[in-house]
Each structure stands twice: as C-alpha cells, then as structure tokens.
C-alpha cells in the first residue's frame, strides 16, 4: 500500500493549462480504471473533482479533466482560475476493496 | 442536504482508544459503501478503512490492520471508527465519506485526534 506519487507542485499563469500526474503500478492505477481526484483548500475538506479515471460529478467545471495511460493517471486543470489554486490528490482502487492515496500535489497560480 | 457530520476526536495518550462517529444525513446511508481517510498535520490523506452498505464487509489499511474497527449502524445513520492501541502516528484529522462510484462524495469536516503524553 504505497502511495502513487505526485509532483510536489505545478504553477501556471491565469488562463493557462497545467497538468498532474498520478504514477502507481500495475497493482493498482494500471490494473482499474477507478482513479478519483481531489481539490483541498487550506482548512477544508477535500472535494471530488474526477472519478473513474474521467468522469465529472455534477457542479465540477468541465475546465477540470482526466485521463490514465499504463500505470500514470493524469488530471488536467484548463484556463487555471486563481480559485483553483489548492492541494490536488489522485486516489485509485487497490484490489481487495482498498483504496490508496497519491502524495499530494500544491498548485500554485502565479 | 447531504451532510456527514464526525465527532468524537480528542487528546489521547499512547495506548489509548477513542471511538469517532460520523452522523450522516440528507441520503439513503444504508444504500451506500462508507470510508474513514486521515490526515496529518501539514500531511497528505491517507485511506484508513472502508466498510459496505450493510456491514458484512470491511477492509483496512495495514498500518491500522488489528488496531481500528469500522462499524456501522444503517438505522440511525451511523459510521463508527474504533481506534485503538494509539500511536503518535496516528495524530491526524479523520474523516468519513460515502463511497460513490468507487470516488468519494462527500466528505464530513473532520476531527481532530491528538496521541501525546
């Protein structure tokens, strides 16, 4: 149960696209296409962005999208909005009804 | 409104047990796989224990494997986390969240467990 890793932080400009990955293994990201994603501002609680791997709950901006290749999932963030700046976190089904997290990853709007 | 609602954090001293609750409202509760994820101070979230809709089934992760039990109880809207044999580790803020499409939403506001002497 190793968690998949991020990048540590991604910055782009207003309007800009920036892009997250999400690296497992073959155990859990390359084995399922049930990868999740999710946006933290300090202090709250995390928000549902993306599930299984591209899907966008209702309410979330279609500015966010999703994607998987092999064992990296990706999320990607279009014209970035200053509201988007938070912690972003990938989460995929590990087999055996188990979940694990990503690292983490801070995105910063310049 | 859908809402889950946690209490029963505190301050702990190594060894001990709490029990934390998750009150969940504005949603059939009984139709619906629940989860507890953590984090710690300053730390990312760390999936903890995910229990399905009628409580026949449930999984851990093995850093609490032996020591939390997770429980339900679908006639009053209730999540439960039994923690127990607290290490300093396991400071963190816990929170639940329904299980939807293998995603989580939504997710309660959290709280707080401190282990320290």
């Known amino acids: 149960q190793s968690a998949l890793t991020q990048p540590a932080s991604v910055s782009g400009s207003p309007g800009q696209s920036i892009t997250i990955s999400c690296t497992g293994t073959?155990?859990?990201?390359?084995?399922?296409?049930?990868v999740s994603w999710y946006q933290q501002h300090p202090g709250k609680a995390p928000k549902l962005m993306i599930y299984e791997g591209s899907k966008r709950p209702s309410g979330v901006s279609n500015r966010f999208s999703g994607s998987k290749s092999g064992n990296t999932a990706s999320l990607t963030i279009s014209g970035l909005q200053a509201e988007d700046e938070a912690d972003y976190y990938c989460?995929?089904?590990?087999?055996?009804?188990?979940?694990?997290f990503g690292t983490g990853t801070k995105v910063t709007v310049l | 409104e859908v809402q889950l609602v946690e209490s029963g954090g505190g301050l702990v001293q190594p060894g001990g047990s709490l029990r934390l609750s998750c009150a969940a409202s504005g949603f059939t509760f009984r139709s619906y796989g629940m989860h507890w994820v953590r984090q710690a101070p300053g730390k990312g979230l760390v999936w903890v224990s995910r229990?399905?809709?009628?409580?026949?089934?449930?999984s851990y992760a093995d850093s609490v494997k032996g020591r939390f039990t997770i429980s339900r109880d679908n006639a009053k809207n209730m999540l439960y986390l039994q923690v127990d044999s607290l290490r300093a580790e396991d400071t963190a803020v816990y929170y639940c969240a329904t299980e939807r499409a293998s995603g989580f939403d939504p997710w309660g506001q959290g709280t707080l467990v401190t282990v320290s002497s």
């Open positions: 989460c995929s089904y590990a087999g055996s009804r188990t979940f694990v």
């Open positions: 073959s155990s859990d990201v390359g084995s399922y296409d049930l």
């Open positions: 229990i399905n809709s009628d409580g026949s089934s449930t």
